[in-house]
């Protein structure tokens, strides 16, 4: 019995053929008639066009659009949206703003250092262990330092008996 009043308003308006609505409405016949007389089932959202609004600007600037330049869309549009309702807005469209990472070059190729020669050209199959040796390499980008990972391995192949 501790429903929601819309569930118990929709039953009564389901039962009320078969029942007087005296006897469904303990309480208060006022507030069903009141209950009746609002649109309940057929009503639209306020922000659903600008919710598709907001959507297909998201799609059409690729997610680059956060809350402030939203705003800025949906005025020039002819909307009055501030900021704070545009970042609402966009929560209840399900967009967020897809940060672009920032490209950093850590290469430099143009140098005037030697460069070691290839001499394993390709060929990794090898006659002992240890006599062919392969590293790498990797550095981990971090705001706060510039460290990096060198990993190496040996290459063997099975030797036939």
């Known amino acids: 019995l501790c429903q929601r009043v819309g569930v ?48 297909q600007i998201h799609s059409d600037t690729r997610g680059s659009y956060g809350s402030r330049r939203m705003s800025g869309q949906l005025r020039d549009d002819g909307y009055d949206v501030g900021r704070y309702r545009a970042s609402s807005l966009m929560k209840k469209a399900g967009v967020y703003v897809k940060l672009q990472k920032r490209f950093k070059r850590i290469t430099d190729s ?40 060198l990993s190496s391995a040996g290459f063997l192949t099975h030797l036939s008996s």
């Open 110 to 149: 143009n140098h005037n250092q030697p460069v070691a020669p290839n001499l394993l050209n390709r060929q990794f199959e090898v006659a002992r262990s240890d006599t062919v040796w392969c590293a790498d390499i990797t550095y981990l980008v971090r705001p706060e330092k510039f460290p990096f990972l």
């Open 8 to 55: 118990k308003y929709d039953f009564i308006r389901q039962q009320q053929k078969s029942y007087p609505i005296t006897v469904l409405c303990r309480v208060s016949r006022s507030k069903y008639y009141k209950y009746l007389k609002t649109v309940h089932e057929n009503q639209i959202n306020p922000d659903f066009e600008l919710i598709a609004k907001v959507r």
